[in-house]
């Protein structure tokens, strides 16, 4: 899969999914790094088909309203360590993988993964 980590999650966490095959960028490899503006997060995800992994709530809001990031991995785990946000990905990583496979918008919690549903042709 390919991912773009947002600002607020650590470049050791795109080095570990690196390490796990998938193809990476932080923002700390953009341009603009840290600063790239969650516009041009959502372009290049729509671009280059990734996933954006972020814990910010903007994205979750652009996601639904616009498909901007087109896919998105919300991280739900307030304040933790990065050591602790790399085993919650060690545990996570397989259902993870599923849940982006069948659903453009899934949450990683402490204890749960939430995977929304895509809406229906019918319901749109």
Do not use: C
Not at 3 to 29: E, S, Y
Not at 36 to 49: H, N, Q, R, S, V
Not at 76 to 101: F, K
């Amino acid at each position: 899969m390919k991912f773009v980590v947002d600002a607020q999650l650590p470049k050791r966490l795109a080095r570990w999914l690196a390490a796990h095959g998938h193809d990476v960028l932080h923002t700390l490899d953009l341009a603009q790094a840290n600063r790239t503006p969650d516009a041009a997060i959502a372009d290049l995800a729509f671009l280059e088909g990734r996933v954006v992994i972020s814990k910010d709530a903007d994205f979750v809001d652009s996601h639904l309203i616009r498909k901007r990031p087109p896919k998105l991995l919300l991280v739900a785990t307030g304040n933790m360590g990065n050591v602790d946000l790399v085993a919650l990905w060690e545990r996570n990583l397989p259902a993870i993988e599923s849940a982006l496979q069948t659903s453009d918008f899934v949450e990683l919690g402490r204890d749960r993964l939430i995977v929304h549903e895509r809406p229906s042709d019918e319901t749109l």
